[in-house]
């Protein structure tokens, strides 16, 4: 596997295919830790050692990316005719994932760390301060209310989001588009706030969450911020910005939402995906349980 192939097929992915910048680092890693522990070499003994080597090293879901990965790579050089055999299709690589159950907030933690965020505000003792908070304000609420990812939501451009409309468009994985709309008036407002006291840093870096520097807010400024009001809320639990997507989907499944609409405000390119939160959804499955259950139309009049 010479460099010069990876490079071709890692510009083939990036402006051919779309994919982003995310994912064009990840292949780049895997390919470079392929090419190191097989010596360039694309066949079937190679492959099969390296798999074996992931299953040893890695937890399941890393590993099933690592073989996308090489599989993604290995059927690029099959298709421009750089090998001959793609060895892939005598090597057996399905196995099975354990089901790991995303992790959700109680809705009475995700009250308690809003309400900690406004209280926060209303106690800043500067303007910077209260600037900051602000900012704060408008990130936690869209994380909710809309269940964006955190990259989704630091990515987000100046003319992707219209407030006065109440609405953001989002692209989300595989340069996918959705627009959602936002219907509670306390996120909106909180959006607005922050747009009118950071209007000049929007227009003049055209995202619109930015950091103290007047750039692009990271990913992790925003885990750190949210692992911060989490503390001061005094959550049990460590929370992270992706639990709020996790909340949002499983929160609407709990009021009857359908599943399908859901799939759609996650970008979730297929059902299967959204249909993990079927499985955390024990709220409503107690409520259905004791409401609903065939056995609680049976009356037996004998007591003991």
């Known amino acids: 596997m010479e460099n010069r192939y990876t490079s071709r097929f890692i510009g083939h992915c990036k402006y051919q295919k779309g994919l982003n910048d995310k994912t064009i680092k990840a292949y780049s890693i895997d390919l470079l830790q392929y090419s190191n522990f097989s010596d360039e070499k694309i066949e079937k003994e190679a492959l099969m050692s390296f798999i074996e080597h992931l299953h040893k090293s890695y937890k ?159 990913e992790q400024s925003v885990r750190l911020m949210v692992k911060r009001y989490a503390k001061m809320a005094d959550c049990n639990k460590s929370v992270t910005p992706h639990m709020f997507r996790h909340s949002f989907a499983t929160l609407l499944l709990e009021e009857n939402v359908d599943i399908r609409y859901i799939q759609k405000l996650l970008g979730h390119s297929t059902i299967t995906t959204t249909q993990i939160y079927t499985h955390v959804s024990t709220a409503k499955q107690k409520e259905i349980l004791a409401t609903k259950h065939p056995r609680n139309k049976i009356v037996i009049n004998y007591r003991y």
Do not use: W
Not at 80 to 106: A, C, D, G, M, V
Not at 157 to 178: F, L, Q, T, W
């Open 60 to 218: 399941p879901k890393t590993v099933k990316r690592k073989i996308a990965t090489l599989k993604a790579f290995v059927n690029y050089l099959y298709f421009e005719e750089i090998i001959e055999h793609n060895p892939f299709l005598k090597i057996r690589t399905s196995f099975k994932q354990p089901l790991i159950l995303p992790k959700i907030i109680p809705l009475s933690d995700i009250n308690k760390i809003l309400e900690c965020a406004y209280i926060q505000f209303g106690s800043a003792d500067s303007e910077y301060r209260q600037k900051t908070v602000m900012r704060d304000i408008a990130i936690l609420e869209l994380l909710f209310a809309t269940g964006a990812r955190v990259s989704e939501v630091c990515s987000l451009r100046a003319e992707s989001i219209s407030v006065n409309d109440g609405y953001i468009k989002i692209y989300g994985k595989g340069s996918r588009e959705r627009v959602i709309q936002i219907e509670n008036k306390d996120v909106i407002k909180a959006l607005s706030n922050y747009e009118k006291a950071f209007l000049n840093c929007i227009i003049s870096t055209g995202y619109f969450f930015i950091n103290r520097l007047n750039n692009r807010i990271s």
